[in-house]
T-cell receptor
Framework: RKEVEQDPGPFNVPEGATVAFNCTYSNSASQSFFWYRQDCRKEPKLLMSVYSSGNEDGRFTAQLNRASQYISLLIRDSKLSDSATYLCVVNPYGGATNKLIFGTGTLLAVQP | DAGVIQSPRHEVTEMGQEVTLRCKPISGHDYLFWYRQTMMRGLELLIYFNNNVPIDDSGMPEDRFSAKMPNASFSTLKIQPSEPRDSAVYFC????????????FGAGTRLSVL
């Protein structure tokens, strides 16, 4: 089983739609969780950290379910500019290192 | 801050040639990571350093790959000899202890081995 698993997509949604991505991780000792965004032919960039209580940043909401070992990202009112690959990222090493495990990404295409 | 700086941005070489990729991490960051990204395998960690010391090189595919970090502001990833299957985008990233292990990536080097 992969340490971090995501649905590769693509998710094709119209502008204004709400879309949700899920990600599962295998190590229950994982401490840090993130969503990164990668535009075509660009480097990954941090979108948001994911906290146990859930957190929101504008149209983006991230949630963590430790019991089920999954992380979600919800995007409301999708914009064309949201089209990108969204990477689920986990630190399964309990803070002993800054090493991260990246999922293979979920491709989102927002259509006009 | 200028962010993580990688060079060259693009490299085209012939099979058997030596390739050297360069990275300058963000000043003050004590972790440096080298990744390789392909369509088939996604983003793979090759090696990482902490305070210029290699900590985990288990992702380095073969002896043809080597990485060094002679000081806190510079690292190289070398492939010798290069092969067509090494064609990929190579990213360098850095992070700082105590800042929730967030990694910042360079723009990457797109390597094509013919």
């Amino acid at each position: 089983r992969k340490e971090v698993e995501q649905d590769p997509g693509p998710f094709n949604v119209p502008e204004g739609a709400t879309v949700a991505f899920n990600c599962t991780y295998s190590n229950s000792a994982s401490q840090s969780f993130f969503w990164y965004r990668q535009d075509c032919r660009k480097e990954p960039k941090l979108l948001m950290s994911v906290y146990s209580s859930g957190n929101e940043d504008g149209r983006f909401t991230a949630q963590l379910n430790r019991a089920s070992q999954y992380i979600s990202l919800l995007i409301r009112d999708s914009k064309l500019s949201d089209s990108a690959t969204y990477l689920c990222v986990v630190n399964p090493y309990g803070g002993a290192t800054n090493k991260l495990i990246f999922g293979t990404g979920t491709l989102l295409a927002v259509q006009p | 801050d200028a962010g993580v700086i990688q060079s060259p941005r693009h490299e085209v070489t012939e099979m058997g040639q030596e390739v050297t990729l360069r990275c300058k991490p963000i000043s003050g960051h004590d972790y440096l990571f080298w990744y390789r990204q392909t369509m088939m395998r996604g983003l793979e960690l090759l090696i990482y350093f902490n305070n210029n010391v290699p900590i985990d090189d288990s992702g380095m595919p073969e002896d043809r790959f080597s990485a060094k970090m002679p000081n806190a502001s510079f690292s190289t990833l070398k492939i010798q000899p290069s092969e067509p299957r090494d064609s990929a985008v190579y990213f360098c990233a850095s992070s700082r202890t105590g800042v929730k292990d967030i990694q910042y990536f360079g723009a990457g080097t797109r390597l094509s081995v013919l």
